[in-house]
Every structure is written in C-alpha cells, then in structure tokens.
C-alpha cells in the first residue's frame, strides 16, 4: 500500500506498535482482521478521507462491588473505552481517566487531586474533590422512599424498624422515619449484629437494609422465630431478586447500573476531547422493585 505517511506516524494514530504497522502494510500476516482495520482507518484519517481513528481509551474502574459494573460492561461495552479494574485507589493514575466509589474523606479526595485524569464519580460523591461529574443513585431520594414505604405498610400497627447499616448514605431514611414516625424507635445496626438486636428487641416489626447479606438477616428472623411485616432492601442484586420472588421481601429500591457507567464514560471522553459538547448531571432515578414487576 502506497501512502506519504511514517510508519511511526500511522502506529500513533491507530495505537499500534509500529512493528504491528509495518507486518500489516507488507502484507506478512499473523494479524488479525481487525488490526488490519484500524491501520487502514489510521492511514485513511491521515489522509482525511475520514473522521480520525481513536484507540480504545483505557481508564481505570475502583469500585467495593466490582462484579455489578464489570457485568454491565459486559452486557453493553461504551464505545472508545477499555476497563481496567483496579482493587485499590493506589494504583490508579495510569490511565487515562478513573470511574471511582469511595468513601468522601480528606484521604481520598487529595488522592484524586494528585491523579491528574479526568476522574468520575460512581454511587459516593466527592463533592469537594476535582472530580469532573458525578453519577450514579440519589441516596437521598432512596432512603426517603424506604421510609415512606415501610410507614405506609405499617400504617397504625406498633413496632420498632431495623435498620442495617451499609457503605451507604443513611441520613436521609433516618431524618423522613423521625418526620413520619416520630414516636416509632429506629434501631440501627451491621449486619453481624441483627440476631442479637432482635433478641434484645422484641418490638422489631420493619427492616430497612442497605446492604448486601440479606439472606442472613432473614434466617436470623427465622432463628429467633419472629416474623416481621416490611422489609425493604437496596440494590436488585441475585440475592434480592430471589428473596423477593420468595417473598421474603416486600420491595427492592433498585437504580440503572448501565446509565450511570455510559454516563460516565461519556463524560470522561468529553474531557479528553474525543466527544463533543457538555454532559449534565444527571442522578438516576430510584426504581421501587415488587413481587409484581421483578420480570420486568
């Protein structure tokens, strides 16, 4: 193939080794089909006969549940975008972009000021940090609609909620119990902890639980041999899909997993000037999840 460019200057466009470049453009094989691909795009947007080729983008995911995202990355891959999936915040920063949920402490938030990459936020924001945007579920428009269920089913019937505590923002499901039952006791504990709350507290007729482990705290209403008449849970993972169509809970308060990671992505290649135009953000809506709409 005959072109005026540099061996080294199509390798760049196409983000391709310039060995890989020179087996393609004499014809060597041992390539694949689509690295061919890319250097015909790489020499065809040099020539300007076509919108400019671009890699895909790496960028790094640290996330505490990472099984969820990977999952939605597999059933919908962003465009332009390669996912690294990293255990820790430390060794984050050569990418070229970080989809981060973490904590908001002065630790982390310094951490992403030193990462010099277009950072988003996933689920946690760090409001005070140089994240460029943030996506992900209102946790206070979760909570507030787990307390405004779990008032209405108990409606006039005595009994003290459970909350169990998650990695969550909580504040918000406390302040609408204390406006909407302020006589009503809320008592709030990990999850190691529920068996022995509910020993200690027979009143217990509601849970709230905003973490993972939901079957345990159901088995621990099963060993004290107690019954309780609402439970509402956070996040449709497997577990929660399957006790709710056991019944073992009356509702799941669920958000877009896939929206929130496009959203992301896109964001994060805006900055890097391979998208056009500004990205709002956008919080995704809270889903309440019953027996009868999980198929759906």
């Known amino acids: 193939m005959k072109h005026p460019h540099r061996i080294r200057e199509i390798a760049e466009r196409a983000g391709l080794s310039p ?5 393609v453009l004499h014809e060597r094989g041992g390539v694949r089909e689509s690295t061919v691909r890319r250097v015909h795009q790489a020499i065809a947007a ?5 919108p400019p080729y671009h890699p895909a983008v790496p960028i790094d995911v640290v996330v505490p549940r990472p099984d969820p995202v990977r999952a ?13 999936f990293l255990s820790d915040l430390a060794r984050a920063g050569h990418a070229r972009g970080l989809i981060l949920d973490a904590p908001d402490t002065p630790e982390v938030t310094e ?3 030193r990462l010099g ?3 988003v936020t996933l689920g946690r924001d760090l409001p005070s940090s140089k994240r460029i945007a943030h996506f992900g579920p209102d946790h206070g428009e979760a909570g507030a609609t787990a307390a405004y269920l779990i008032e209405q089913w108990l409606a006039d019937r005595a009994g003290d909620v459970l909350l169990v505590e998650g990695d969550r923002d909580e504040s918000a499901f406390r302040a609408e119990m204390r406006s909407r039952a302020p006589n009503r006791r809320l008592l709030s504990v990990p999850l190691a902890e529920v068996r022995p709350a509910l020993a200690a507290n027979p009143s217990v007729r509601a849970v709230y639980s905003a973490t993972s482990g939901n079957a345990q705290v159901v088995a621990a209403f099963a060993a004290e041999r107690r019954r309780y008449d ?4 956070y996040d449709l993972d497997d ?5 709710l169509r056991e019944g073992k809970l009356s509702a799941v308060l669920h958000h877009d997993v896939r929206s929130d990671l496009r959203n992301a992505c896109r964001a994060i290649l805006r900055e890097l000037g391979l998208l056009p135009g500004p990205l709002p953000e956008t919080p995704a809506p809270v889903r309440v999840i019953t027996p009868m709409n999980i198929s759906a």
């Open 230 to 233: 609402v439970f509402v849970a």
């Open 239 to 243: 577990e929660n899909a399957g006790l």
């Open 19 to 23: 060995a890989t470049v020179d087996r």
């Open 111 to 113: 951490a992403v000021g």
């Open 117 to 119: 990459v277009p950072v």
């Open 72 to 84: 939605a990355f597999a059933a919908e891959p962003p465009p332009l975008i390669r996912p690294r």
């Open 46 to 50: 040099l020539d300007g006969r076509e």
